[in-house]
Protein backbone atom coordinates (compact mmCIF):
# COMPACT_ATOMS: atom_id res chain seq x y z
CA UNK A 1 0.00 0.00 0.00
CA UNK A 2 1.49 3.16 -1.29
CA UNK A 3 1.11 6.95 1.71
CA UNK A 4 -0.23 9.62 -0.92
CA UNK A 5 1.50 12.59 -1.56
CA UNK A 6 2.06 14.26 1.27
CA UNK A 7 1.22 17.80 -0.19
CA UNK A 8 1.22 20.82 2.15
CA UNK A 9 1.63 18.96 5.28
CA UNK A 10 5.29 20.92 6.40
CA UNK A 11 3.22 24.08 6.18
CA UNK A 12 0.53 22.97 8.61
CA UNK A 13 1.43 20.33 10.48
CA UNK A 14 1.12 22.18 13.72
CA UNK A 15 -2.95 21.63 12.42
CA UNK A 16 -2.57 18.32 11.41
CA UNK A 17 -0.88 17.49 15.01
CA UNK A 18 -4.45 18.30 16.55
CA UNK A 19 -3.90 22.70 17.25
CA UNK A 20 -7.67 22.80 16.36
CA UNK A 21 -8.34 19.63 17.44
CA UNK A 22 -8.85 18.43 13.97
CA UNK A 23 -11.63 20.12 13.36
CA UNK A 24 -12.62 20.30 9.64
CA UNK A 25 -9.73 18.12 8.24
CA UNK A 26 -11.01 14.99 6.70
CA UNK A 27 -8.47 16.05 4.02
CA UNK A 28 -6.20 14.57 1.60
CA UNK A 29 -3.00 16.09 4.26
CA UNK A 30 -5.08 14.86 6.89
CA UNK A 31 -5.14 11.07 5.47
CA UNK A 32 -1.61 11.34 4.44
CA UNK A 33 -0.66 11.85 7.83
CA UNK A 34 -2.14 9.27 9.28
CA UNK A 35 -1.40 6.66 7.03
CA UNK A 36 2.20 7.84 7.08
CA UNK A 37 2.17 7.31 10.92
CA UNK A 38 0.51 4.08 10.72
CA UNK A 39 3.09 2.55 8.61
CA UNK A 40 5.87 3.58 11.30
CA UNK A 41 3.42 1.85 13.62
CA UNK A 42 2.92 -1.21 11.45
CA UNK A 43 6.99 -1.31 11.58
CA UNK A 44 7.26 -2.53 14.88
CA UNK A 45 5.08 -6.07 13.63
CA UNK A 46 6.86 -6.16 10.84
CA UNK A 47 9.66 -5.87 12.43
CA UNK A 48 9.06 -7.85 15.32
CA UNK A 49 10.69 -12.06 15.08
CA UNK A 50 8.13 -14.22 17.09
CA UNK A 51 9.61 -17.64 15.46
CA UNK A 52 11.30 -19.84 18.25
CA UNK A 53 13.25 -22.04 15.21
CA UNK A 54 15.13 -18.25 14.81
CA UNK A 55 18.57 -18.11 17.18
CA UNK A 56 17.24 -14.56 17.45
CA UNK A 57 13.88 -15.14 18.74
CA UNK A 58 12.05 -12.16 20.72
CA UNK A 59 14.18 -9.66 18.70
CA UNK A 60 14.06 -7.39 15.62
CA UNK A 61 14.52 -8.88 12.12
CA UNK A 62 16.75 -5.87 11.30
CA UNK A 63 18.85 -3.24 12.15
CA UNK A 64 18.53 0.52 12.90
CA UNK A 65 19.78 1.38 9.01
CA UNK A 66 17.44 -1.21 7.62
CA UNK A 67 13.78 -1.42 9.13
CA UNK A 68 11.82 1.12 8.23
CA UNK A 69 12.40 0.06 4.67
CA UNK A 70 12.13 -3.61 4.74
CA UNK A 71 8.70 -2.97 6.80
CA UNK A 72 7.14 -0.92 3.48
CA UNK A 73 7.41 2.07 5.05
CA UNK A 74 6.92 3.91 1.76
CA UNK A 75 9.03 7.18 2.77
CA UNK A 76 11.60 5.66 4.99
CA UNK A 77 14.11 8.68 3.87
CA UNK A 78 11.83 10.52 6.01
CA UNK A 79 13.58 9.30 9.43
CA UNK A 80 16.39 7.43 10.81
CA UNK A 81 15.95 4.95 13.42
CA UNK A 82 18.37 5.85 16.44
CA UNK A 83 16.84 3.22 19.16
CA UNK A 84 15.28 0.02 19.65
CA UNK A 85 12.93 -0.48 22.99
CA UNK A 86 13.53 -3.34 24.68
CA UNK A 87 11.12 -4.39 27.89
CA UNK A 88 10.03 -7.48 29.65
CA UNK A 89 6.34 -8.48 30.05
CA UNK A 90 6.04 -10.70 33.32
CA UNK A 91 5.20 -11.77 36.88
CA UNK A 92 8.14 -11.36 38.99
CA UNK A 93 8.28 -13.80 42.18
CA UNK A 94 9.22 -12.62 45.47
CA UNK A 95 13.19 -12.89 45.30
CA UNK A 96 13.35 -15.27 48.20
CA UNK A 97 11.66 -17.99 46.24
CA UNK A 98 14.48 -18.05 43.32
CA UNK A 99 11.47 -18.49 40.65
CA UNK A 100 10.43 -16.04 37.78
CA UNK A 101 8.11 -16.24 34.64
CA UNK A 102 8.36 -19.64 32.97
CA UNK A 103 10.28 -19.38 29.60
CA UNK A 104 7.36 -19.96 27.65
CA UNK A 105 5.74 -16.67 28.38
CA UNK A 106 8.93 -15.88 26.56
CA UNK A 107 9.51 -15.39 22.50
CA UNK A 108 12.95 -17.74 23.04
CA UNK A 109 14.68 -19.02 20.76
CA UNK A 110 14.24 -23.41 20.80
CA UNK A 111 16.87 -25.54 23.29
CA UNK A 112 17.94 -27.51 20.02
CA UNK A 113 18.59 -24.59 18.33
CA UNK A 114 20.65 -22.19 20.92
CA UNK A 115 21.62 -23.41 24.65
CA UNK A 116 21.79 -19.61 25.58
CA UNK A 117 19.30 -17.59 23.93
CA UNK A 118 20.07 -14.20 23.30
CA UNK A 119 17.91 -12.75 26.11
CA UNK A 120 16.11 -14.69 28.40
CA UNK A 121 14.61 -11.36 30.25
CA UNK A 122 13.48 -9.26 27.17
CA UNK A 123 11.70 -8.50 23.89
CA UNK A 124 11.75 -5.81 21.14
CA UNK A 125 8.84 -3.72 21.77
CA UNK A 126 9.66 -0.86 19.13
CA UNK A 127 11.84 1.66 18.16
CA UNK A 128 12.76 5.35 18.19
CA UNK A 129 12.99 7.57 15.10
CA UNK A 130 14.14 11.21 14.07
CA UNK A 131 13.58 12.98 10.78
CA UNK A 132 16.53 13.48 8.73
CA UNK A 133 16.85 16.44 6.69
CA UNK A 134 14.76 14.79 3.84
CA UNK A 135 12.10 13.92 6.15
CA UNK A 136 12.18 18.33 7.92
CA UNK A 137 11.54 19.41 4.36
CA UNK A 138 8.90 17.45 3.49
CA UNK A 139 7.14 17.61 7.20
CA UNK A 140 8.10 21.18 8.75
CA UNK A 141 9.87 20.02 11.76
CA UNK A 142 12.42 17.65 13.38
CA UNK A 143 9.59 15.31 13.90
CA UNK A 144 10.44 12.41 16.83
CA UNK A 145 8.87 9.21 16.68
CA UNK A 146 8.30 6.14 19.52
CA UNK A 147 6.90 3.61 17.60
CA UNK A 148 5.74 0.80 20.62
CA UNK A 149 4.81 -2.76 19.75
CA UNK A 150 1.02 -3.55 20.76
CA UNK A 151 0.09 -6.83 22.83
CA UNK A 152 1.73 -9.75 20.60
CA UNK A 153 2.81 -12.70 23.08
CA UNK A 154 0.74 -14.83 25.86
CA UNK A 155 2.03 -13.26 29.03
CA UNK A 156 1.51 -9.77 27.08
CA UNK A 157 -2.11 -10.95 26.89
CA UNK A 158 -2.88 -11.44 30.17
CA UNK A 159 -1.18 -8.21 30.97
CA UNK A 160 -3.93 -6.92 29.03
CA UNK A 161 -6.89 -8.61 30.95
CA UNK A 162 -6.62 -5.41 33.51
CA UNK A 163 -6.94 -2.57 32.08
CA UNK A 164 -7.81 -0.05 34.83
CA UNK A 165 -6.33 3.38 33.32
CA UNK A 166 -4.37 5.40 35.85
CA UNK A 167 -3.28 9.34 35.14
CA UNK A 168 -0.29 9.69 33.20
CA UNK A 169 1.55 11.96 34.71
CA UNK A 170 4.97 10.18 35.51
CA UNK A 171 5.27 9.56 32.04
CA UNK A 172 4.81 13.58 31.47
CA UNK A 173 6.51 15.01 34.12
CA UNK A 174 6.17 18.52 34.03
CA UNK A 175 3.69 18.96 31.17
CA UNK A 176 1.21 16.65 33.65
CA UNK A 177 -0.78 19.63 34.41
CA UNK A 178 -1.54 21.22 31.44
CA UNK A 179 -2.87 17.47 30.26
CA UNK A 180 -4.66 16.59 33.35
CA UNK A 181 -7.36 13.92 31.61
CA UNK A 182 -4.14 12.27 29.67
CA UNK A 183 -4.16 8.17 30.74
CA UNK A 184 -2.50 5.24 30.43
CA UNK A 185 -2.60 1.53 31.09
CA UNK A 186 -2.04 0.05 34.50
CA UNK A 187 -3.73 -2.22 36.55
CA UNK A 188 -4.24 -3.59 40.13
CA UNK A 189 -1.09 -6.51 39.79
CA UNK A 190 1.09 -3.26 38.65
CA UNK A 191 1.36 -4.46 35.00
CA UNK A 192 0.50 -2.59 31.94
CA UNK A 193 1.82 0.13 29.31
CA UNK A 194 2.90 2.18 32.78
CA UNK A 195 4.65 -0.73 34.50
CA UNK A 196 5.97 -2.15 30.82
CA UNK A 197 7.22 1.45 30.86
CA UNK A 198 9.24 2.05 33.93
CA UNK A 199 10.03 -1.66 35.06
CA UNK A 200 14.06 -2.49 35.45
CA UNK A 201 14.91 -6.30 34.98
CA UNK A 202 14.99 -7.29 38.85
CA UNK A 203 18.28 -9.13 39.60
CA UNK A 204 17.24 -12.56 41.03
CA UNK A 205 15.70 -12.85 37.43
CA UNK A 206 19.13 -13.33 35.48
CA UNK A 207 22.29 -14.91 36.59
CA UNK A 208 24.00 -11.89 34.94
CA UNK A 209 21.89 -9.32 36.59
CA UNK A 210 19.60 -6.53 34.80
CA UNK A 211 19.34 -6.93 30.93
CA UNK A 212 21.95 -5.21 28.91
CA UNK A 213 19.53 -3.82 27.18
CA UNK A 214 17.02 -1.60 29.65
CA UNK A 215 18.75 -1.45 32.93
CA UNK A 216 16.77 1.11 33.75
CA UNK A 217 13.21 -0.12 32.44
CA UNK A 218 11.72 0.97 28.83
CA UNK A 219 11.32 4.32 29.56
CA UNK A 220 15.20 5.70 29.19
CA UNK A 221 15.30 4.46 25.28
CA UNK A 222 12.67 7.18 23.81
CA UNK A 223 13.26 9.41 26.88
CA UNK A 224 16.94 10.28 26.01
CA UNK A 225 16.77 11.33 22.32
CA UNK A 226 13.98 13.24 23.10
CA UNK A 227 15.67 15.47 25.71
CA UNK A 228 18.65 15.43 23.52
Request: glycine share 10%; charged share 20%; with cysteine.
Amino acid sequence: MSSPDPGSIASRWRELQGAGSWEGLLDRDLRASIIAYGELAEATYDGFNSQRRSLHAGACFYGHDDLLAAAGVVRAGHYAVTKFIYATSGFFLAPTTGTSVPDAFFVLPLPSLLEEPWCRESNWMGYVAVATDEGVAALGRRDIVVAWRGTVESLEWVNDLDFTPTSAAPVLGSAADDFDSALVHKNAKRTGFLQEFYRPFPNNLSDSGPSDFHPGGARPSPLNPIIT
